[in-house]
């Protein structure tokens, strides 16, 4: 999914949670987790420089919500996204480039569909 829409189930995950899960200690730890996921990337989203605080900031958000992502999840919840994010890389690329906005992945995840799709619909190795 692009960007815009995965903000936008972001900011209403508390909904899509209260309709599909029914056990309340569930809920919370989803609530929980997600919220900070949501506060940390804010900040990693945001187009200023990063300042130190907001560096310590995004990472306790992300300890927060992997801690609980973890406890729901385990070893299945866990990504290369995931592990980028959990294990710091994310905040040491933070301090290191003051700003992550400009090296934006969907300029790439977009010329890798292409070419996927040139590559599996239009050559011998697609089976057509």
């Given amino acids: 999914m692009d960007n815009n829409r995965i903000r936008k189930i972001l900011n209403r995950f508390e909904t899509l949670v209260a309709a599909s899960i ?34 310590k900031q995004f990472q306790r958000h992300i300890d927060t919500w992997f801690q609980i992502w973890n406890e729901l999840h385990s070893m299945k919840g866990c990504t290369n996204y995931t592990h980028m994010l959990s294990s710091g890389h994310i905040a040491e690329y933070m301090m290191n480039l003051q700003n992550m906005h400009c090296f934006s992945q969907q300029g790439w995840e977009k010329f890798n569909h292409i070419f996927s799709t040139v590559y599996f619909c239009w050559t011998n190795h697609g089976g057509r």
């Fill in 22 to 55: 029914t056990d309340e200690s569930r809920v919370i730890k989803y609530n929980t987790s997600i919220s900070n996921y949501r506060k940390g990337m804010c900040i990693l989203w945001q187009r200023n420089n990063y300042s130190n605080e907001d560096i």
